[in-house]
């Protein structure tokens, strides 16, 4: 398990940023909007979902995995991953559990007294914080532009930076198809200058998920480690 602290910090990293932004947002007439407008669009948008579905991809360093995401309001999130295979992360509201198969290890971060919520990010409330924290402003104005990596598909890019620096990330890029008014990608950097990536894409809304899509029994055979991010203890 020499590895799980390296691990355990990535998977930290994924947890922190806004995992889930991947909803439709009523643009309107684009050209008209501030920065703070737009951005404000979006919370509204989140705050009005019961739940969404998607498939994703995260990079980290030389890191990359890639599987589906489920969330539903106000809480709940779900990520299965093809690759690597079998791992799994799931919230229910008070508690993370990660399944790192490769190590037969579950890793535990229990976020009650002071731990904040990740998932939350993932709700209007959660954007509507992001909004608070970080200083919003277009990368080069409402105007589509080619999605880097991904040049057939264009993308209006807000950039968010940190007011503080108790924030998880220095800045935050969104990546915003206009013309399906979808979140198509996030791009964060962590306080220690790494960069995470999120694409997010077809996503599917309100299908009514249940709630029993949260619940997750890892095998029994597993070592369990708690509060491997933080202590949840005064």
Not at 10 to 16: A, M, N, P, R, V
Not at 34 to 63: C, H, L, M, N, P
Not at 127 to 144: C, D, H, S
């Amino acid at each position: 398990m020499k590895n799980v602290p390296t691990l355990a910090g990535i998977l930290g990293g994924i947890l922190g940023a806004a995992l889930l932004l991947a909803a439709p947002v009523p643009l309107g007439a684009q050209e008209m909007l501030t920065a703070d407008q737009f951005f404000r669009q979006i919370s509204e948008r989140y705050a009005s979902i019961k739940d969404y579905q998607a498939d994703v991809s995260v990079k980290a360093g030389k890191t990359s995995m890639s599987g589906s995401v489920i969330f539903k309001s106000p809480a709940l999130m779900r990520m299965d991953f093809t690759q690597p295979v079998a791992q799994v992360m799931v919230y229910n509201g008070t508690s993370f559990l990660i399944y790192v198969p490769e190590y037969r290890a579950i890793l535990v971060q229990e976020t009650s007294g002071g731990g904040a919520s990740a998932a939350a990010v993932a709700s209007g409330e959660g954007l509507r914080m992001m909004g608070r924290n970080y200083i919003v402003g277009y990368e080069k104005g409402p105007v589509a532009e080619s999605l880097p990596g991904s040049e057939g598909e264009k993308v209006i890019r807000l950039i968010l930076s940190r007011r503080s620096v108790a924030e998880g990330f220095r800045t935050i890029a969104l990546s915003i198809d206009p013309s399906r008014k979808l979140i198509r990608r996030m791009e964060g950097i962590s306080h220690g200058g790494d960069l995470i990536v999120f694409d997010f894409t077809n996503i599917r809304l309100d299908t009514g998920i249940a709630d029993t899509k949260f619940i997750y029994d890892a095998p029994s055979s597993a070592n369990t480690f708690n509060n491997f991010l933080f202590s949840t203890s005064k």
